[in-house]
């Protein structure tokens, strides 16, 4: 008698372990590192974040010298809200970043 | 000219291809529903089998160069054609399938063997590794579960007072009781239940079509109307190959009276066939897939010895 | 096998040893006499090759076998080639497991290894132009392209 | 007659691109030769064009799955090219990162084989166990797969004590579970029936082709660098080392399965023995010209870091040689001689990450004569 067969038979019953992803969502633990954001009033645009960023997915902007984060480049690494003098960069807890407009990917 | 009217309602939709694709369809469904819990995970929807069916229409349809086009293009209609003719012989709704006397037991058996050749066949005509090698493990497991398949119903037609006829087996089936419940025929129902999931390509015996080795085994190259074809067929396969063993093994399409309530006969037999299903779906969510040699080992080993030791208890006594 | 004792099997030919902690030697052995290096430290059943680098320090290309020699000893011998014609032989018919890497050393480096029972090219796909080797040093990264 | 069987590049039973040339004479397998290089991404040479700070999360990226192990691999070998000593709580963190990502590494292969001997239901079930090991990375470092968690010279994120209790839950219902599938997986018929001396590596062919890792140790070659040459909190945590004899795909499974085991055993060790202390020392921006092995047990076997520093900040020479590397010249002693339906599980019994390899790739082919079978050679063969 296969040793799995109880373990089949009781899963019928059990509350199935996947959940209907797009409609009901898990919630995220706290230091869940998503899509970084800018604070521009914190933002004292030292630079730091340009370049400790691995992949120099962050630019001054170059009217306002507040950094702007590509998120084609950025491995959400939170590097750069560690070395922010002023936490001005906080990591989100947004993971779906898909969008069909290059310009959107940009977290201002 | 009514007898002509009756016959192509029968084909078209009673028994024949409206009720036997929406029955098998609704069954694949059922069952990927049950292995999706089995495995403790929702599962698709009961009607998923239909979306993929129609998807599958609206895709392009192509036949590969390399292919022999002719039987590549005519094989799934050959497996559909049979699979609903085989439905027009078997008695579903009362002792008189919808042609009377004209099948018996040996035409039930050939018919249900058409889809695999043809399986087969398409493999060989597609011209791609996958396919040629699908097909070559298909002809040795097609020889594994015949066998078994054979001597288990020639139990029953012997049991039945040797008569082939499946009228003649649902009638014998009436009087005295399920065939299963025969002390000699035991063997021979847990013989065939095991043929069946050899004959279903399910999966301790997917051998032809094991995925994580030959991609689809003779089904690789096809896309398209013509998968769907095969989809329906399969799926109207399941429900035709239970439907046969139930009228074996387990009476048929008898009405019964349970606590006053009138089953009719459709009815109960749908849901013995149901049950088979299930069955198999038990069977296929709690073993792995086993190679070739060993499944041709197995088949001639533990069922056909079954269905023989079945086979001569019905006849000596 | 401490790291002296392994430094005590093959004195003769290695020369400049260091010994950076008690689990790490790095020898330099003669281009002439690496093989013979090799077939003694496996005679005292060292069978473990872990890899084969090869380094391109601008005027010569130095191989480096890394052998492990049990209990966590790394025994680093290193081969200095001229840089114009590096030339070694297989050290398949010793290592068995080397056929992989001396395969990597063609490749990138363009280090000739005769006797390779497989020469073929690794991983570079087959047009790739004959006389350019990646790790080399005259092939400078690609400058970073213009960003968003 | 012998004809090819292409597997891949694009093939269901492999979760990565590399393409396998099976020459077979009826369902026999006689020759094997693959081609990979199609993750290829020259990761070395990148690796000698940014400072050492930013190769750490490239070098993260060799593999998908096994990433940190390739963190703690560079950390390694950096801090000893720099001369630099990471305080005693880091290396329990870092012990206890290592240790998850074995679990979820391994109840990620023992799914896969599941699926290749067409077992789904176990591929199900050990892929939602793997999810307690995963949910538990992603409380303590902040993502399932790559953590992030090491930095040069110690650890980014401390385990705080109020997250322990759900730590010891999680682990307590893995351990009950994988003690379950091992009972599963031994006992079930069909399961010793695909898997049971299938793909046997002796012990001679292993320790001759360096095999590394769990493929070496199911042949009987006691050998694990966690135990050899500790690095992190290796040296002050008591763990068995398993190995089995007969080297088949079957011991294979058994050795992954009770590392499981022992990776949970250490991790609770890890939790209560650790002691207080700062996260992390300061780093140097220059390193001076050195020399320096970075040793480590991946999931998968040894992983091997070889650094060189030039004085710079940016490192002169790094060479990485990943475990699928070592264990991929096994394939032909292995495969040789079983037949098609066996060309999957002992493929993915040495559990081969191509994308670590590919960073390096590797062909076997049969010795002697080597041709590259054309495209209508190949189209010949098959009519």
Redesign the interface.
């Given at each position: 008698m296969?040793?799995?067969?109880p373990?089949?038979?009781k899963?019928?019953f059990?509350k199935?372990?996947?959940t209907?992803y797009p409609r009901e969502r898990r919630e995220?633990?706290e230091?869940?590192?998503g899509k970084p954001i800018v604070d521009k009033e914190k933002c004292i645009s030292c630079g730091l974040c340009a370049k400790?960023c691995?992949?120099?997915a962050i630019?001054l902007d170059e009217k306002t010298k507040k950094p702007r984060i590509?998120l084609?480049?950025c491995?959400?690494?939170?590097?750069c809200a560690?070395t922010c003098p002023r936490k001005a960069i906080t990591?989100t807890k947004e993971f779906e970043l898909a969008t069909y407009d290059?310009n959107k990917a940009?977290s201002k | 000219m009514i007898e002509t009217l009756v016959y192509i309602f029968a084909y078209f939709v009673f028994p024949g291809i409206l009720f036997a694709s929406a029955v098998g369809l609704l069954f694949m469904g059922i069952d990927r529903k049950i292995t999706g819990h089995m495995q403790n995970r929702i599962g698709p929807p009961i009607w998923q089998e239909f979306l993929d069916v129609g998807k599958l229409f609206c895709k392009e349809d192509v036949t590969p160069a390399a292919a022999n086009s002719f039987v590549f293009n005519c094989a799934p209609l050959l497996c559909y054609g049979a699979l609903i003719a085989v439905m027009l012989l078997l008695p579903i709704n009362s002792a008189q399938p919808v042609l009377t006397s004209v099948a018996d037991l040996i035409v039930i058996i050939y018919l249900l063997n058409i889809p695999a050749v043809c399986m087969i066949l398409a493999g060989y005509a597609s011209g791609c590794p996958f396919g040629t090698t699908g097909s070559s493990r298909y002809v040795v497991q097609l020889f594994g579960y015949e066998l078994a398949f054979i001597i288990a119903a020639m139990a029953v037609a012997a049991k039945a007072g040797w008569s082939l006829s499946l009228s003649s087996i649902v009638a014998y089936q009436a009087q005295n009781g399920w065939m299963a419940f025969q002390v000699a025929l035991i063997p021979a129902a847990i013989a065939i239940l095991i043929a069946i999931q050899g004959k279903l390509l399910r999966v301790p015996f997917d051998i032809p079509e094991a995925e994580s080795e030959i991609v689809h085994g003779p089904q690789t190259e096809y896309s398209g109307p013509k998968l769907a074809i095969l989809r329906i067929a399969y799926d109207i396969e399941l429900f035709v190959v239970a439907a046969v063993i139930v009228i074996l093994f387990f009476g048929g399409p008898v009405p019964h009276t349970i606590g006053g309530v009138y089953i009719p006969g459709i009815v109960s037999f749908l849901i013995k066939c149901f049950g088979i299903v299930v069955l198999s779906t038990l069977i296929r969510n709690i073993a792995a897939r086993l190679r070739i040699d060993q499944a041709l080992k197995f088949f001639w080993t533990f069922p056909t010895l079954l269905a023989a030791i079945s086979l001569i208890l019905v006849v000596v006594i | 096998m401490k790291a002296e004792d392994v430094v005590k099997l093959v004195k003769k030919q290695i020369t400049d040893v260091k010994i950076p902690n008690e689990r790490r030697v790095f020898a330099t052995v003669d281009k002439k006499n690496y093989k013979e290096t090799l077939l003694t430290l496996k005679s005292n059943d060292i069978t473990h090759l872990s890899t084969i680098t090869g380094v391109d320090t601008g005027e010569q290309i130095v191989v480096i076998y890394h052998l492990d020699c049990g209990d966590g000893v790394m025994l680093s011998l290193k081969v200095p080639l001229p840089k114009n014609d590096p030339r070694l032989q297989t050290v398949t018919d010793v290592f068995p497991g080397a056929i992989l890497y001396e395969r990597d050393l063609m490749d990138m480096l363009g280090v000739k290894v005769e006797g390779h029972p497989d020469p073929r090219r690794i991983f570079l796909p087959e047009d790739w132009p004959a006389g350019k080797y990646p790790l080399r040093k005259e092939e400078a990264p690609k400058k970073e392209e213009a960003k968003k | 007659m012998t004809f090819i069987v292409p597997i891949g590049p694009q093939h269901p039973a492999l979760e990565e691109p590399e393409h396998f040339r099976i020459e077979v004479k009826g369902e026999e397998v006689v020759d094997v030769d693959f081609r990979l290089g199609y993750v290829h991404r020259g990761i070395e040479k990148e690796l000698c064009n940014r400072t050492y700070a930013h190769g750490l999360f490239l070098s993260q990226r060799v593999c998908g799955i096994c990433d940190d192990a390739h963190s703690s691999a560079f950390t390694r070998a950096v801090e000893a090219v720099a001369g630099i000593e990471c305080p005693s709580r880091a290396r329990y963190v870092r012990t206890i990162g290592i240790e998850l990502e074995r679990i979820h590494s391994h109840l990620l292969w023992a799914g896969i084989a599941a699926h290749e001997i067409g077992f789904t239901t176990l591929f199900m079930l050990f892929w939602r166990d793997r999810e307690l090991a995963l949910d538990l990375r992603e409380l303590l470092f902040g993502q399932r797969i790559m953590s992030g968690e090491m930095v040069l010279g110690g650890v980014r994120r401390d385990i705080t004590p109020d997250k322990v209790p759900k730590i010891l839950r999680n682990l307590d219902a893995l351990e009950k579970s994988t003690k379950h599938y091992i009972n599963v997986c031994t006992s079930d018929r069909t399961v010793i029936a695909r898997c049971a001396n299938v793909g046997v590596l002796t012990r001679q062919a292993a320790r001759e082709l360096c095999a590394v890792g769990p493929t070496a140790r199911a042949s009987g070659i006691d050998e694990d660098v966690r135990r050899d040459d500790p690095y992190a909190a290796y040296d002050e945590i008591p763990f068995k080392v398993i190995t089995e004899r007969d080297g088949d795909v079957f011991a294979k499974v058994v050795v992954r399965l009770r590392e499981i085991l022992e990776s949970i055993h250490i991790i609770r060790h890890a939790l209560d023995a650790m002691p207080k202390g700062a996260l992390a020392t300061r780093f140097p921006k220059k390193v001076a010209p050195n020399e320096a092995v970075g040793r480590v047990e991946a999931p998968r076997g040894e992983l091997f870091y070889y650094v060189l520093s030039n004085g710079s900040d940016k490192p002169e020479r790094v060479r990485i040689r990943t475990p699928s590397y070592a264990n991929f010249p096994t394939i032909k002693p292995m495969l040789v001689g079983s037949t098609i339906a066996e060309v999957p599980i002992v493929l993915a019994s040495i559990d081969p990450c191509f994308s670590c390899t590919d960073r390096i790739t590797v062909v076997d082919a049969r010795t002697g004569k080597s041709r590259i079978v054309t495209k209508e050679e190949l189209r010949r063969l098959q009519k």
């Open positions: 296969p040793r799995i067969l373990d089949v038979l899963n019928l059990r199935p372990a996947t209907k995220l633990p230091n869940f590192r400790g691995p992949d120099g630019t590509w084609g480049l491995i959400s690494c939170a590097w560690e990591m290059k940009i | - | - | -």
